[in-house]
């Protein structure tokens, strides 16, 4: 599937790291804005770099009604050793 930039995602369901699972349209419904970032794999130099950006202005983001999202094809396991 192909975006365009500006485009609003397709309703999606996706597993945390902590089990639990999150569905796009409820985050938005309860009226909170959200930041999906992707990048190809964890504990890479680059993925870093882009990981720690946003852990960076997490804080901002959040106070800005934001809830960010990293994504990557790896498993649950190695995205919570990366975020670690």
Do not use: N, W
Not at 51 to 68: H, I, L, Q, S, T
């Amino acid at each position: 599937m192909t975006l365009e930039v500006d485009a609003k995602a397709p309703d999606f369901e996706a597993e945390l790291t902590d089990g639990s699972t999150i569905r796009l349209s409820e985050v938005l419904a309860g009226g909170q804005r959200v930041i999906l970032y992707f990048y190809p794999k964890d504990s890479t130099p680059g993925c870093t770099t882009q990981a720690c950006d946003f852990r960076d202005e997490f804080e901002a983001f959040e106070a800005a009604g934001y809830r960010v999202f990293g994504v990557s094809k790896d498993s649950a396991r190695s995205h919570e050793r990366f975020i670690t």
